[in-house]
């Protein structure tokens, strides 16, 4: 476990799926994330690579031959290198080995960076092709924030706040597949959280217009911000009936139930050329 620190914040990262663990503020006492207990959920903050979401039988095609892949791909249960570790920053790598390109014939190389900030942590992903033919590949995370925060609080308490007022539909689930959109949000900036918002699976939204989602309470004034500025995609999910709650920006999305299966026609797939590098970054900032 790597451990990051600064005058407000203390983080832990593990170098397995170079996944964020902790978020702890100092000055308030408070633990941010998730943690991990197995009853209702155990993963923190785990990172969607080299898919985003289900797909379609659990198989893509590629080249006219079939793959398999489990949801959300397979960096959150691969060891990362651990690269650089300063007091206050991290970046762990994971590149292709034997085992990965049996079910995903590419070249690659993900590095993920931690960065705190004052009262945030800035999380930034660069993908590499090393190879000689295009890398296609999705990527995303999937932090669980702890629900309620402050002892003396209930889940119905919070709320999540977007940063503009939207009309967005929810894309409905299917098997883990994306089905249909359905009416949502009608100039809204505030959504209540309650248990049941999450009975029907992940609210799932493709055309946001806000960069950021914040959980807040009027009952406290403690909260955070989830800065995403770029992501096209976002899931809100939680456990059934779990104290926590998932914000969720991706780069790519669950296969449609209509989807012929080909990886370089799925919706979001980001097509990588040789010798390319690409970058995302997003942020966490608590109060």
Known sequence: ??????AILKASVSPKGAELQSLFHKD??????????????????PVLFPIVGGLKDNTYIYNNIEYNLPRHGFARDMEFVKERVFGDSCSFVLKNN????????????????????ANSVTITYEVENPGAEPLLFSIGTHPA?????????TYEDYYFHFSELENSNRWT?????????????KDQDKLSLNPNLFYDDALVFKDL?????????????????????GFPYMGLWAAKDAPFVCIEPWYGIADSINHNQKLEQKEGIIKLESGGSWNAKWSISCF
């Open 145 to 153: 924030f702890q629900v309620p925060l402050i002892k003396g609080t």
């Open 173 to 185: 689930l299917k098997n883990n597949l994306i089905a249909e959109p359905v009416d949502y949000f």
């Open 209 to 229: 217009k806000s960069t950021r989602i914040s959980i807040c309470s009027d009952k406290t004034t403690h909260g955070l911000h989830c800065d995403f500025a």
């Open 98 to 117: 034997e085992d990965t390109q049996k079910v995903y014939p590419f070249e690659f190389l993900l590095r993920i960076k931690y960065q705190l900030n």
């Open 1 to 6: 476990m790597v451990t990051l620190e600064n």
């Open 28 to 45: 308030n006492s408070v633990e941010y994330l998730w943690n991990g207990d197995p009853a209702f959920w155990n993963k923190h903050s």
